[in-house]
C-alpha cells in the first residue's frame, strides 16, 4: 500500500509547479495562450488529496528495517506536508474496514502544518479490512 500512497503523491505533486523550461516550451507552442496565462503558472494552487491504507497490515515492518509500513507512511506524508506550497490545501482520505476523510480539505499555512502533522501522527492502522475499490471510488466521487 506504500505503493499506492506514493503513487497518489505523485500525481499531485506533478502538477503544483511549472518548471522554467515546461514554460518555456508552452510559450513557443501557444504564444497567445501563455501571453493570457502565464504569470498564473508559476502560482498555481493545489490540492493534495491523499488516500491512506489503515488495515491492519500496515502495521507489519517494512523487510529489512525496524520501521512499520504505517510509521513509514506517516514520515513521508509529513515530509512531503513540509514541501508543499503554502496556500495549497490537503485532504488526507482513511480506509480499512470503511473509507472516510481524516483530515477535511485544508490549506496549508505555516500555522496549520502542525496541525495536520498532529492529525497524521494520531492515525492507527488497526481495521480488519482493505477497501480499495471504497477509496477508489471515494476519490473519484
Known amino acids: 500500500m506504500l505503493a499506492f ?9 506533478a502538477f503544483s509547479q511549472i518548471s522554467p523550461q ?6 513557443t507552442k501557444y504564444p497567445e495562450l501563455t501571453s493570457a496565462y ?10 493534495y488529496i491523499v488516500a491512506i491504507d ?7 515492518m ?3 528495517s525496524n520501521t512499520t509500513y504505517m510509521d513509514g507512511v506517516k514520515a513521508g506524508l509529513i515530509q512531503f506536508l513540509q514541501a508543499i506550497p503554502d496556500n495549497s490545501k ?3 482520505i482513511g480506509f480499512g474496514s470503511s473509507v472516510r476523510w481524516v483530515q477535511i480539505p485544508i ?3 505555516p500555522d496549520s502544518r502542525s496541525q495536520i502533522a498532529s492529525t497524521i501522527n494520531g492515525m492507527n492502522a488497526n481495521e480488519s479490512a482493505t477497501d480499495l475499490k471504497g477509496a477508489v ?3 473519484i466521487e
Open 5 to 13: 500512497l506514493a503513487f497518489v503523491l505523485k500525481i499531485s505533486t
Open 22 to 27: 515546461a514554460l518555456n516550451d508552452l510559450q
Open 38 to 47: 502565464a504569470g498564473k503558472f508559476q502560482n498555481l494552487t493545489v490540492e
Open 54 to 60: 489503515l488495515s491492519g497490515s500496515m502495521m507489519r
Open 62 to 64: 517494512i523487510p529489512g
Open 90 to 92: 490537503i485532504s488526507i
Open 107 to 109: 490549506a496549508v499555512t
Open 137 to 139: 471510488n471515494y476519490l
